[in-house]
Each structure stands twice: as C-alpha cells, then as structure tokens.
C-alpha cells in the first residue's frame, strides 16, 4: 500500500510533514475507493487514523484526533464480533481516546463508552438503594 510505504518509509524514516500529509492522502483515497463491505475497509480505515493520530502528536489538531477516532469506530463497527483483528483494534481505539483525554479535549465518549458508564452508575445506584432499603427494614 502506497500509503503504508510513505508513512514507514518517508515520515518515520525522516519525519518530514509532508510525507505524513501525502501518506493521509493515500490512505483516505484507499479507504474511500474500499466498499465497507470489502474485508480490507476495516484496516484502511484504522491506518488512515493512525496517520491522522500522528499529525495530531506533530501538529495539535484536534480535527485530525477526532477524525482518527471516527474512523477507529467505523472500523469496529464494519468488523464482524469474534475477528481476530477487532481487539487490536479496539485497544487502538482506547489509546485514541486516551490521548485525547490527556490532550485537554472533550472526551469524545463514543455511545458505547457512555453505556459502559451508565451501567456502571446503575448498579452502584441499584446497589446503594439496596443497602437503604435494607437498613431501613432493620428500623422496622
């Protein structure tokens, strides 16, 4: 993959910019031209975050770090349950999202990060409601 090459090659090698840019630039032409239904979409499109992750470690804008995130979901959500590359993925996904916790940005809470949370906070309720109701029948 052209994109791949230049990112490896060019950036990493040298750490010239423009070798990022034009890596972006492959990437997205190679996720664009890709059907989501194509096995391969899934992986472009998380390389083209991890491009998008790194202008952001260079540069600073939180565009590119939102946009990788968006692409790290829609990659997930292509990726069929039981894939041996979707844990990889996700853990790509969370440091994204660690990073730009860390950066000082919103914290981009995708639904499934504000379910998790949600249920969390209903069983601490449903628990704590629990312990209540208990000691108030103790009272009676």
């Known amino acids: 993959d ?46 083209m975050g991890i491009y998008l992750t790194a202008r952001f470690r260079r540069l ?7 946009r990788a995130i968006a692409l790290q979901e829609h990659a997930l959500a292509l990726m069929p349950d039981g894939h041996p590359d979707k844990p990889s993925l996700s ?15 919103h914290p981009l809470e995708t639904p499934r990060d504000l379910e998790a949370r949600l249920k969390k906070r209903i069983k601490f309720v449903l628990w704590r409601a629990h312990g209540i109701v208990a000691s108030i029948l103790q009272c009676l």
């Open 91 to 105: 853990k790509t996904r969370t440091s994204s999202l660690q990073l730009a916790r860390r950066s000082g940005l």
């Open 60 to 66: 600073g804008g939180t565009d590119d770090l939102e």
């Open 2 to 47: 052209l994109g791949i090459s230049m990112y490896d090659d060019d950036y990493l090698q040298s750490g010239d910019l423009g070798a990022l840019a034009r890596a972006v630039e492959a990437a997205e032409r190679s996720a664009d031209l890709t059907p989501d239904s194509h096995p391969d979409k899934p992986l472009r499109l998380t390389i």
